[in-house]
């Protein structure tokens, strides 16, 4: 079965950074789209960023374009996000998601359109 482990998560300061890291097996990691999607506490599983199976077309959530960077390393199986200038509002628990369509658009920002979850990664980012 296709798992997705994140890994990374922490206490930052506001204005710094993170790098966020997450692991799959059982897939073929290279044909899939991958992204990640974040959950507040008292919120619904918002959409942050997807990325393709060839990695070079991303997609960005409006309030994280210009601050996190989606890349990934399909030699290893392995997807990153990389957040950068980190605000109090990015606070909230981190998911890794698959979908082996490969391709990602504006529907990628429906967490039904994935797949396969990860268990998620806690970010806190303190004033």
């Known amino acids: 079965q296709v798992q997705l482990v994140e890994s990374g998560g922490g206490l930052v300061q506001a204005g710094g950074s993170l790098r966020l890291s997450c692991a799959t097996s059982?897939?073929?990691?290279?044909?899939?789209?991958m992204g990640w999607f974040r959950q507040a506490p008292g919120k619904e599983r918002d959409f942050v960023a997807a990325i393709n199976w060839g990695g070079v077309v991303t997609f960005y959530a409006d309030a994280v374009k210009g601050r996190f960077t989606i890349s990934r390393d399909n030699a290893k199986n392995t997807v990153f996000l990389q957040l950068n200038s980190l605000k109090v509002e990015d606070t909230a628990v981190y998911y890794c998601?698959?979908?082996?369509?490969?391709?990602?658009?504006?529907?990628?920002?429906?967490?039904?359109?994935?797949?396969?979850w990860g268990r998620g990664t806690q970010v806190t980012v303190s004033a």
């Open positions: 059982g897939g073929t990691f290279s044909r899939y789209a």
């Open positions: 998601a698959a979908d082996e369509l490969g391709t990602i658009g504006p529907s990628s920002s429906n967490r039904r359109s994935w797949d396969y």
